[in-house]
């Protein structure tokens, strides 16, 4: 079971950042203030800002009733105030840390003195809240088998529709200390309920479980509803207040997690305190679980392409390598012919070396791609031919010695592939001008991978196709990952996003060579496509797009059906292919076969583009 509260070791080195964003010890005016006043009580050590007032002080004898109890991962106990005060800013309910196995029961009315803290999961770097809690404590039980303080109902009419405040300037843009508004915006709704034992009714599941034992549901069945039943990510401000991250407390061995795709209902009452972790933000960690009612959601299938039409695919197809159990290639043969139609050309991500994440200087997949086509062809499919660009070792990030790269896959019978000089890792393929149209230096061959652009990221993939006697230019790419950037749950908002600026340069360095081959040829077929790793609305797609040399296909989709992916609860787009100008007509299918579900032979949907040259 992965842990609610991983320690980091990078603490003492964030000091700086921890002053400028409220994180150490608060005024000492106000702690000696309330030490010297009457008993504490926990709402005077959650305050009215995400960061206690009692931050670093010793409490003695802080009264509750035990709401949970964890004895996995973040060992620790959660106890709540029966006794709230007339603010709703400040919560009733504060985790207790014990690093053990706690020996406390529910219902238990407890006497707990110790450290007061602000635990931030993930550390410091990772942006996140924090979680204000108790730590080496000691406990004394008063009495047993007490009720519990009721639970606060989180629905669609308590959270609010504005996500979060804009962060404060003066503290780099942290929301840590400003006063709370719950009902004014979403993540300080949340936090006014930090800890306490919260419950929800009956909700749609909007992320599918997940191997940690998770799912996400909304409460707001309406908000951005995605036509197969999740909730779309389609710009920055639409966070989607409505999603809630959902565990139990029971542990696994004892009570296996239900399993729920998108678009099944969570039915009955699910309650227990709300948490804060790394993965997910605000996470009702549940004592009493709902009963998951299955939808009839299915895998899509695409319609196939006529005779005339060229069906243009991509796959992220999640570290494929000779390693991985014969059912995974099956699997994902089987989504190649069945539900992706057997397209013309299929450009694939994350195919792995011939040893997989092995690190022993094999960059060759010849093994990886052969088993691939011999189980496409097994599955009915057509006998594929592929080419590619061995990467240089350890040059393209992904998982360490897996040496992941782009692949075209192409059925010969129905497609030619234009072999020109072959290149190799750090060969740049370039564009010439032959009887008037546009040609590769070199084919397949990478894109610029010289670039810093590039630099531990995978390199695009250029190769040039003939289809029915029309040039078809396929650029395939795996931009670089999201890896770094903050959750939208930070306490920055909006939250810092550093990972774009390097895939800012990554399109920018594409979109220079689709120019290329445009001003070669204005009526070029072209089409750039891949893992983009980021939304049709983003700055990156953006710059693919300048000048009008791409066109988003996607886009032509109705809002409901644009994603690919799911993360925490959001369909959101990573998946995509573009058009050159000279593409007019065609149909795009984002076609659903993994995100949305439990059972999963990748974590992207593939795209699927038809259209006749």
Do not use: C
Request: net charge negative; proline share 6%.
């Amino acid at each position: 079971m992965r842990s609610s509260h991983p320690r980091s070791a990078a603490v003492a080195a964030l000091v700086a950042t921890a002053l400028a964003t409220g994180l150490l010890a608060g005024s000492a005016d106000a702690a000696e203030g309330a030490v010297s006043a009457d008993p504490i009580r926990i709402h005077d050590i959650q305050g009215t800002t995400r960061i206690s007032p009692l931050n670093g002080k010793q409490v003695t004898d802080v009264e509750g009733i035990v709401t949970g109890v964890r004895t996995y991962g973040s060992r620790g106990f959660w106890i709540q105030d029966p006794d709230a005060d007339d603010n709703d800013a400040t919560s009733e309910g504060v985790f207790v840390f014990t690093s053990s196995v706690p020996t406390v029961a529910v219902g238990d009315a407890v006497k707990v003195s110790g450290t007061v803290g602000e635990y931030v999961p993930g550390g410091l770097a990772s942006g996140n809240q924090s979680v204000t809690q108790i730590s080496k404590p000691t406990v004394t039980v008063v009495s047993s088998g007490n009720a519990l303080p009721e639970a606060t109902a989180i629905n669609e009419y308590s959270v609010p529709a504005e996500y979060a405040p804009a962060g404060d300037p003066a503290a780099a843009g942290s929301i840590n200390g400003l006063t709370l508004e719950p009902a004014r915006y979403a993540l300080d709704y949340y936090e006014s309920l930090e800890g306490m034992n919260v419950k929800i009714g009956t909700s749609r599941v909007v992320g599918a479980t997940d191997p940690y034992s998770e799912l996400w549901v909304t409460v707001k069945g309406w908000e951005n509803t995605a036509k197969r039943g999740g909730t779309i990510y389609g710009s920055y401000e639409s966070q989607n207040t409505g999603r809630l991250q959902i565990q139990q407390l029971a542990p696994i061995a004892q009570q296996p997690f239900p399993v729920a795709n998108v678009g099944d209902k969570l039915t009955g009452t699910t309650e227990g305190p709300l948490d804060f972790n790394q993965f997910g933000g605000y996470t009702l960690v549940a004592r009493t679980l709902g009963t998951v009612k299955a939808g009839t959601l299915a895998p899509e299938k695409t319609k196939p392409q006529t005779e005339q039409e060229l069906a243009v695919a991509t796959y992220n197809v999640e570290n494929l390598d000779p390693t991985d159990p014969q059912e995974k290639f099956d699997a994902l043969a089987k989504a190649v012919v069945e539900n992706l139609a057997s397209p013309d050309i299929l450009a694939l991500e994350e195919i792995q070396d011939d040893n997989g994440a092995k690190n022993d200087g094999t960059v060759s997949a010849e093994q990886t791609l052969t088993k691939f086509t011999a189980a496409i062809a097994a599955a009915g499919g057509p006998a594929y031919q592929w080419r590619t660009v061995n990467p240089e070792d350890k040059k393209d990030g992904g998982e360490p010695g897996g040496n992941i790269r782009q692949v075209f896959l192409f059925n010969p019978a129905r497609v030619s592939f234009t072999e020109r000089a072959p290149g190799d890792a750090v060969t740049a393929t370039g564009v010439v001008k032959e009887n008037g149209k546009a040609a590769l230096t070199h084919s397949p061959g990478r894109v610029d991978p010289a670039n810093p652009a590039w630099a531990d990221s995978r390199k695009p993939l250029a190769g040039e196709f003939v289809f029915r006697g029309k040039t078809v230019f396929v650029i395939a790419n795996h931009f670089g990952s999201k890896g770094g950037d903050e959750g939208l749950a930070s306490h920055h908002q909006p939250p810092v996003r550093s990972s774009e600026a390097k895939r800012l340069l990554q399109a920018q360095a594409v979109n220079g060579f689709v120019k290329e081959i445009l001003a070669a040829d204005k009526n070029a077929n072209v089409l750039v496509l891949g893992d983009i790793n980021d939304f049709e609305f983003s700055a990156t797609t953006d710059a693919l797009a300048d000048g009008g040399a791409l066109y988003p296909a996607i886009k032509s989709l109705p809002k409901a059906e644009r994603y690919s992916y799911v993360y925490q609860g959001n369909a959101q787009v990573l998946d995509q292919i573009l058009t050159s100008p000279a593409i007019k007509k065609f149909t795009y299918d984002s076609v659903h076969i993994n995100a949305e579900f439990a059972a999963q032979n990748s974590d992207h949907d593939p795209q699927v583009l038809r259209f006749r040259p």
